[in-house]
């Protein structure tokens, strides 16, 4: 009896870690869509609004500042710990991806032609960059034709790739032998768990740990030489000021013609509304309790952030979900923001047939 006693502790511990697993994991993640039935493309009442505004402004005091420095140092430490932690078990593969991004299905990429036709010179760039024996990829003015992607005819990066929820299912969707993705995360736990997948091919796939924010770190190519770039609740994770120079830093790598895609949290989705006191970092900014970060977008701000990069939208909209959860009986509202934005064929301050 008293050796029940003593384990029933670490019992409880136990459900209350299944508990959060299985009831935060849609609302961390934002894309699991695991909670049936849900209504699309719900409108918001003004009374609706006015309660989401209200409860942010409730428990929008700032953490003191030397608390905001300790999670901005150790964002890195927070990301391994939770991968350490969940490994490949927490996000669901990303299968909804070529329904809403049709650029990422076979037929966009085996269709695909530059509409800016890269010369033998721009080709060349693909073979000017190799990996040190550091691990850290540097500029060189040799031709190496060994290069990651190097004889590709269509190139994706996913930033933020996680444990490759995304890279998988383009991978095994997507078999055009031209097709080569590129992925990379801030976590060097995550990184690994991708190139222990069985599904890792070297030939079609490179990950790689990347600091988004840190704009003077190389990639693994040059500039002008992706087709696609894919941001999935990723940009959320970002301090709110190292977010302009890190989209501006993504735009540079995409061809004349290339798309950028983003899906993300929306302002007063759920998540953000669940947020207690003691929680914020800053205006829409918040901590959660694992140390990891997450901001809330408005459709102008993301607009902001994309067009200062040149870039031109093809899309900007605000998907609203309803979701039931008939045994608890809870209604929540998911908010989340979806974009496409290209860059330019001409350069700025250049006109189509200008000779």
Not at 88 to 111: G, I, M, V, Y
Not at 182 to 205: H, I, Q, W
Not at 311 to 319: G, H, P, S, T, Y
């Amino acid at each position: 009896m008293r050796s029940a006693l003593l384990f029933l502790p670490k019992l409880l511990r136990l459900c209350r870690f299944f508990f959060f697993f299985y009831s935060v994991q849609g609302i961390f993640c934002g894309d699991s869509f695991s909670l049936k039935p849900f209504k699309d493309n719900v409108e918001w009442t003004d009374e609706q609004e006015a309660a989401a505004k209200k409860k942010v402004s409730e428990n929008s005091q700032p953490l003191p500042t030397e608390k905001q420095e300790e999670y901005n140092s150790r964002a890195n430490e927070f990301w391994n710990d939770f991968y350490t932690i969940h490994e490949n078990r927490f996000f669901k593969d990303r299968h909804w991806l070529f329904t809403e991004f049709t650029e990422l299905a076979p037929q966009s990429t085996a269709s695909h032609k530059c509409q800016s036709e890269l010369g033998a010179a721009e080709e060349n760039k693909l073979h000017s960059l190799v990996k040190t024996p550091t691990g850290e990829f540097n500029a060189l003015t040799l031709n190496n034709k060994d290069a990651y992607g190097a004889a590709a005819t269509y190139r994706i990066l996913e930033v933020g790739c996680g444990v490759g929820n995304t890279v998988f299912p383009i991978l095994k969707t997507n078999n055009d032998p031209g097709l080569f993705v590129y992925c990379c995360d801030f976590s060097s736990t995550a990184v690994e768990l991708v190139k222990a997948n069985p599904d890792y091919d070297p030939g079609r796939c490179l990950a790689f740990v990347h600091d988004l924010s840190d704009v003077e770190a190389n990639y693994p190519f040059p500039d002008e030489t992706l087709d696609v770039i894919v941001l999935i609740f990723v940009l959320s994770a970002l301090h709110p000021d190292k977010m302009q120079a890190s989209i501006s830093r993504l735009a540079r790598l995409l061809k004349p013609g290339g798309v950028l895609l983003l899906r993300d949290y929306g302002r007063y989705d759920m998540a953000q509304l669940r947020f207690k006191k003691g929680r914020c970092l800053s205006e829409n900014f918040y901590v959660r309790g694992d140390g990891t970060r997450v901001y809330f977008f408005t459709q102008d701000e993301l607009h902001q952030l994309f067009t200062e990069a040149c870039l031109e939208k093809i899309q900007n909209m605000v998907d609203r979900r309803l979701q039931v959860n008939r045994g608890k009986q809870l209604t929540m509202y998911r908010v989340w923001i979806q974009c496409k934005y290209r860059k330019p064929i001409c350069h700025p301050g250049e006109t189509e047939g200008k000779t």
